[in-house]
């Protein structure tokens, strides 16, 4: 789905009178059919949670303070980053097993920060790129991987490399990254800045695919060598056979 500037804004605009819990996005659903489906109920919330929902602050960034303070007093050295990840990770590792379950629930009830919701982006992302790498075999079309060009030695490669030239509803396309994301203006700038036109310094022009739909304003630098799509193009030309 691609939104237009305006329409994002309106949602946008509503997402920032509420806090990020799964209580929240009910309202989101009710004036937003289509922004989530399927919005579970939460019952009986413990303490942790509750004082996360009452002060609007994300459940597992509220666990997360919590615990470090936990750890300052319990511990004669600070905690590491690493040792927190690891208990937000695997709840089970804190010493204390009524914090233990307040961390525990926190992290499953926060739908937008924590390690669960790293998890799942990670996995849909992995899901997207393999059907990315499906269609592109589907349409006999030659390419290098993100594992195989970093065996080559590059350090910061796109998806997909393709190893002869395509063109794009009239643009040239030499590499392919998959985002199984929204494509909003902060993202989407943090991307070109990061990525995007590393990618296009050194392989040349390319496209990128937002599998969740894009502001369609942010599509502007086509002529500039990096093209949007919301989905896999269905108009490739190849280099000697026209259409795939």
Not at 14 to 21: A, D, F, G, K, M
Request: some cysteine.
């Amino acid at each position: 789905m691609i939104l237009s500037k305006a329409q994002y804004d309106e949602i946008a605009q509503c997402l920032v009178s509420v806090p990020p819990t799964r209580q929240s996005l009910r309202k989101l659903k009710q004036r937003f059919p289509r922004y989530l489906n399927g919005v579970m109920k939460n019952g009986g919330a413990p303490v942790l949670l509750e004082l996360a929902n009452e002060v609007d602050y994300a459940p597992s960034l509220m666990a997360r303070i919590i615990l470090e303070r936990f750890l300052q007093e319990h511990e004669e050295t600070p905690p590491s980053k690493s040792v927190i990840n690891s208990m937000l990770r695997d709840p089970s590792q804190i010493p204390d097993g009524v914090l233990a379950n307040q961390v525990y629930q926190c992290i499953v009830n926060d739908c937008s920060y924590g390690p669960l919701v790293d998890c799942i982006k990670h996995a849909i992302g992995h899901e997207h790129e393999l059907l990315l790498r499906d269609l592109l075999l589907e349409k006999n079309l030659s390419f290098l991987d993100e594992d195989q060009l970093r065996a080559k030695g590059y350090d910061k490669t796109p998806d997909f490399i393709l190893q002869v030239p395509v063109a794009v509803e009239g643009h040239i396309i030499h590499w392919i990254e998959s985002k199984a994301s929204f494509g909003d203006e902060c993202s989407h700038h943090a991307y070109l800045h990061d990525q995007f036109w590393s990618y296009w310094n050194r392989f040349g022009p390319g496209l990128v695919i937002y599998w969740y739909g894009f502001i369609q304003e942010l599509d502007c630098n086509r002529e500039r060598g990096i093209l949007l799509k919301d989905c896999f193009p269905t108009d490739i030309v190849t280099l000697c056979h026209g259409k795939a």
